[in-house]
């Protein structure tokens, strides 16, 4: 069994969530080291696995390569991405990175030399169908295929042996440099799969358990997936069915596939498919559901499906976005934890909760599945091993509801999603369903045992915090020095200014992580309190220097 059996996903797409230019500057700036004060953020939702879309110099968006060995220097530089993968390791979390091997940019250089050297360039046979009879959209004196009619993106023959021999060395590059743990193949489903072959030659020969899953929107997932070729698929059916079975009030339509994928004798059932509600690509999910209140039960079922579940940065919160025909920038943007938009902490909870579900639970990482009872607007379905047995329970509706289930064993169902609650069962059970809710319902005969790993939290902060929730805390007056956000991060306030129209006066502080990282707050919410669960504590406390 790989490693991706045992992890919970989180993907970022560094450019954006580093808010960098979107055309390449050239200025050599770290703004992806801002990942390493995430950290906390990230164990307690409880990923294991970052996945980085494009890191690599490129022209604009990460897609149009310009150089496969050198970090862009709008994130940083080779030092401090393997520093940065080095953190992410030490704190138990693994790497992939997005491998765009199908196409570069028009700066790369190969195509530039071509661009000089015309038929007289030893790089001509690089890439897809080049030739010199007529002209390129763009105007070069040549003709090549760019993907999908994107000329800025040239399309790379990988039927020549030096193309693939500079792209699988590249690939040892990584592993040697970064010591990265699996790639996902962007455009796979347009790729020659004889490079697939060599490719996990190549990665498994350095790293048996080295992952490698492709980008496929449609058509037969078997197809990419063999023990000569990837090992896993973007589950795009599901993606899509997940939330408009909850927006069309039909768990028919997901049930179906799941059914289709997954169940014994299902087309997939061999395949651990990598899931997503959303990407970089497609709508935020928040932008895509109808109604809100069903996002905790669409990341219950994400993290419950057979496969591994990710999740895209600031979806957690429930932030929304929708692409147009003229960008998909706003699929993309800047992330702050600390200053997120009409957070959705309650998701955020939730979300870290299933990732603890998921990871102590033997049959949502390995189990098979069937369905047991689909209703329109209630579902239910099971996962289950030799040693365990799990039910998993939706209702979708605004009321409360009575869901049945033939359970087939008597013995108690735990629901370790909501506070360990029990019900006993002999055969047919039934149980009540809060509006918009899901259930995570473990059998427990007394045979087997689990448990669920309490989420990690700094052990200071939640001391401090549990003493708070006691006391009324009043403001305090904001002085030079160190704070700590009450989400872990650290900082030094620096100096005070006002605000040149409303002489509001502000706090201006920088991260000790990062010093040149450097931000300006209201003075009155620097300081102020705030409530969260029950529990008072401050925004930014005064730590010792």
Sequence with gaps: MSFIHESVVYNIYPLGYCGAPKENDHAQSYRLDKVLDCIPHFKRLGVNVMLFNPVFESTSHGYDTIDYRKIDCRLGDNESFRRICGELRANGIR?????????????????????????????CGWFQNLNFDGRSPLGDPFWYEGWAGHYELVKLNLQNPDVVSY?????????????????????????DGGFFKQLRHACKSKKPDFWLYGEIVGGDYNRLVSGEKLDSVTNYECYKGI????????????????????????????????????????NR???????????????TLLFTMPGVPSVYYGSEFGIEGKRTW?????????????????????LCEHIGKLSRVRLALEALKYG?????????????????????TVFVLFNLTDRRERLGFDARCSAKLVDV??????????????VEMPPYSSRILVVDDGRHSFAIEPSFENADLEKKQEQNSVEELKEEEVVLGKYRHFKGNEYEVIGF?????????????????????????????????ITRDGRQFRRFERIED
């Excluded at 200014?497 to 920088?510: I, N, Q």
């Design 417 to 430: 999603l909501n506070n360990s609650e029990t019900f006993d069962c002999n055969g047919w059970c039934e």
């Design 243 to 282: 939330y408009s079975s909850h927006n069309d009030h039909n768990y028919f339509e997901i049930a179906h596939s799941l059914n289709r994928q997954f169940a014994n004798g299902g087309i997939y059932q061999n395949i651990y498919t990598f899931n997503f509600v959303d990407n970089h690509d497609v």
């Design 326 to 346: 003229e960008s998909d920038y706003a699929l993309r943007p800047c992330l702050d934890l600390n200053n997120v938009p009409n957070a959705n902490m309650r």
């Design 497 to 529: 200014a006002r605000h040149s129209e409303t002489e509001e006066k502000l706090v201006l502080y920088r991260s000790l992580k990062n010093p040149d990282e450097l931000w300006a707050r209201p003075y009155d919410m620097f300081r102020e309190i």
């Design 368 to 388: 098979k599945f069937e369905n047991v009872n689909i209703k329109n607007e209630q579902l239910v379905y099971k996962r289950y091993t030799d040693n365990q």
């Design 95 to 123: 790497v992939i990175l997005d491998g765009v091997f199908n196409h570069v940019g028009r700066e790369f250089f190969a195509f530039k030399d071509v661009q000089e050297k015309k038929w007289d360039s030893p790089y």
């Design 167 to 191: 792209l699988l060395d590249s690939v040892r590059f990584w592993i040697d440099e970064f010591d990265i743990d699996g790639l996902r193949l962007d455009a796979a489903d347009v790729m």
């Design 285 to 299: 999910v928040a932008s895509e559901l109808r109604d809100k209140n069903h996002l905790c039960n669409v990341y």
